[in-house]
């Protein structure tokens, strides 16, 4: 993030430069680098096992319920709070809302000690989910709700079409080339090789293409980060007090449903964590890549990690407190 900045400022040309190398409102080095962060998640998803997750009516009903009516209600709601006067940033963070994580769930989850079988499973279904939903609850929760709320003047017009498209490439194309890696490269070459070699082999594109993406988007927003400190405060606010009460109301409910800790984990950070990478990219394709719409995606990040380890930390200390 420092390193964005500091480039940003120093070659303060860049913004125009990376401009350049756009089709319409998809930017070419930002797609790479979003497409290539999301790709080894999903290649290391064992999509065989799917059936068996929707065998666990509870914990499919549970993780369902929690990252598609709660997680969405909740960040709208949060959204209107604290940013009711503010409609493109309202707007901004309702589209990270309505994007579930797939992966740095992954991340999360290990930390935390959760059921990695339970993690993939919950994940693969997010990916399904939000290919086929994503575009209706963006058109709902922007075009529709806030009017029908008497919020007219926070209405968006968003295609249905253009963001079935963003989703499609950005979630899609990853998706895809994930399940094809895993299904021919199994079957030519083995499991055990496609674990041990070919996973620990792509696994680090995700770090790598995590930081070119920030780099290049806190080089493209640094001087508004500079110049706006007030504005990234208020926005910095309700996603703090979204991961919280999204991590404690999970991780509680879970608990009273006698849920076990591992997959308790695995539903909670599902549940917690966003997925920034589509958020930023739908805001792009839709809005431009210099919109607030945008801006709210990047300083998403900058928020979700801190208190994301925090939470890491809290859901290791119920652990040790409820003998869990």
Not at 134 to 144: G, R
Not at 189 to 209: C, D, H, M, Q
Request: one cysteine or more; hydrophobic letters at 55%; a positive charge.
């Amino acid at each position: 993030m420092a390193a964005g900045i500091a480039l940003g400022v120093v070659f303060p040309h860049i913004s125009s430069l990376t401009d350049s190398l756009s089709i319409g409102t998809t930017n070419i080095p930002l797609a790479i680098g979003l497409i290539l962060m999301m790709y080894p998640p999903l290649a290391k998803v064992d999509y065989s096992l799917l059936p068996v997750a929707f065998k666990d009516k509870k914990i499919i009903t549970i993780s369902l319920l929690l990252n598609w009516i709660v997680g969405p209600l909740l960040m709208f709601i949060l959204a209107i709070v604290f940013l009711r006067h503010e409609p493109d940033y309202m707007a901004g963070l309702i589209l990270i809302g309505l994007a579930r994580c797939i992966a740095m769930v992954i991340v999360w989850n290990d930390l935390a000690k959760g059921n990695r079988e339970y993690a993939a499973l919950l994940i693969a279904l997010n990916s399904i989910f939000q290919v086929f939903t994503y575009s209706f609850l963006v058109w709902l929760f922007i075009n529709i709700l806030p009017s029908k709320l008497g919020l007219a003047n926070f209405n968006v017009q968003v295609s249905i079409g253009d963001v079935t498209e963003s989703v499609l490439i950005y979630l899609g194309i990853p998706f895809l080339a994930g399940y094809l890696s895993r299904k021919l490269l199994v079957h030519t070459k083995g499991l055990e090789w496609y674990n041990r070699k070919f996973v620990p082999a792509i696994s680090p594109l995700t770090l790598y293409a995590l930081l070119f993406t920030i780099i290049l988007m806190f080089s493209l927003k640094g001087d508004k980060i500079l110049e706006l400190p007030l504005d990234v405060l208020k926005i910095a606010i309700p996603l703090v007090v979204y991961f919280v009460i999204m991590f404690f109301v999970s991780f509680l409910m879970n608990k009273s449903l006698k849920v076990p800790y591992d997959k308790n984990t695995a539903i909670t950070f599902t549940a917690t964590g966003n997925n920034f990478e589509l958020a930023i990219a739908v805001s792009i394709a839709l809005f431009g890549i210099h919109s607030p719409q945008a801006f709210v995606g990047v300083i998403g990040p900058l928020v979700e990690v801190p208190v994301l380890i925090l939470l890491v930390r809290a859901s290791l200390w119920l652990k040790g407190r409820y003998n869990l």
